[in-house]
């Protein structure tokens, strides 16, 4: 997921402060999951902005500390400019994750550990929550609004770790397949050689190059330019090489 895209796209319309808040506390939930690391603040953190970005939404104004709960129960019961995907679905599902959060302590422990699906079922609402918000806010391209839409909800690799502006393959592989592995946290989108080089620098460019060429002349990648993508070769061999990495 690129970052500073989404913060880009978002503070068109809503505050920078905002467009971070809510992008930031989203990829520490993605690492959270990946990581299995566990008693972080940010579901909380994501429920307030999802908050403070529909009351901007609705008059142009947020509260820096709104009454969360609240907030998105008397949203749902009035009229509102919003839609009802935001006024009440999304309502709905934010009060669902916060309840979750606040009333299960995440960093509790039982005989049975309740961690990891409460972690899984909270991204799984933060992905639904800020795909919506994006269909709405953004002021780009129909496709281009998809595929911010598609990062979002891209699914959570267990040997790929996502830092916001790079990703890091951590299990020790062959280049070709480190790119392939990157790709798919990309999938359908193009990535451009800057990025792929950032998240593999740890090897030497003319090693990345090689690799690049060597996919592409397979057809397990397509190029425009500088910028590349799997296709459905390579996109069937990633999956492969994740659930082989994951056993």
């Known amino acids: 997921m690129d970052r500073n895209e989404v913060i880009a796209n978002l503070s068109k319309i809503i505050p920078q402060s905002l467009a971070e808040d809510l992008t930031d506390s989203f990829i520490t939930m993605r690492q959270d999951v990946l990581t299995a690391t566990l008693g972080r603040s940010a579901p909380g953190k994501f429920v307030e902005t999802v908050v403070q970005v529909l009351q901007f939404m609705e008059n142009g104004k947020y509260d820096p500390k709104p009454n969360v709960d609240e907030c998105l129960k008397?949203?749902?019961?009035?009229?509102?400019?919003?839609?009802?995907?935001?006024?009440?679905?999304?309502?709905?599902?934010?009060?669902?994750?916060?309840?979750l959060r606040s009333k299960r302590s995440i960093a509790h422990k039982n005989a049975v550990d309740v961690n990891q699906y409460d972690l899984k079922f909270l991204l799984a609402s933060a992905q639904w929550i800020f795909a919506e918000i994006i269909r709405n806010l953004s002021t780009t391209t129909m496709e281009n609004?998809?595929?911010?839409?598609?990062?979002?909800?891209?699914?959570?690799?267990?040997?790929?770790?996502?830092?916001?502006?790079?990703?890091?393959?951590?299990?020790?592989?062959?280049?070709t397949e480190e790119i392939l592995l990157l790709l798919y946290m990309h999938y359908p989108e193009y990535v451009s050689l800057d990025e792929l080089q950032r998240s593999m620098e740890r090897r030497q460019k003319r090693t990345i190059t090689n690799s690049l060429g060597m996919l592409w002349k397979?057809?397990?990648i397509d190029r425009d330019k500088t910028n590349y993508k799997l296709?459905?070769?390579?996109?069937?061999?990633?999956?492969?090489?994740?659930?082989?990495?994951?056993?």
């Open 74 to 99: 008397s949203l749902e019961s009035r009229s509102s400019t919003l839609d009802d995907g935001l006024r009440v679905c999304a309502a709905r599902i934010a009060r669902a994750a916060y309840s």
């Open 145 to 175: 609004a998809g595929n911010l839409i598609a990062m979002i909800q891209a699914p959570i690799g267990g040997i790929v770790e996502d830092f916001g502006n790079k990703h890091l393959v951590l299990k020790n592989v062959r280049s």
């Open 218 to 220: 397979q057809k397990k």
């Open 231 to 247: 296709t459905v070769n390579g996109y069937n061999e990633a999956i492969a090489l994740a659930q082989k990495n994951l056993e």
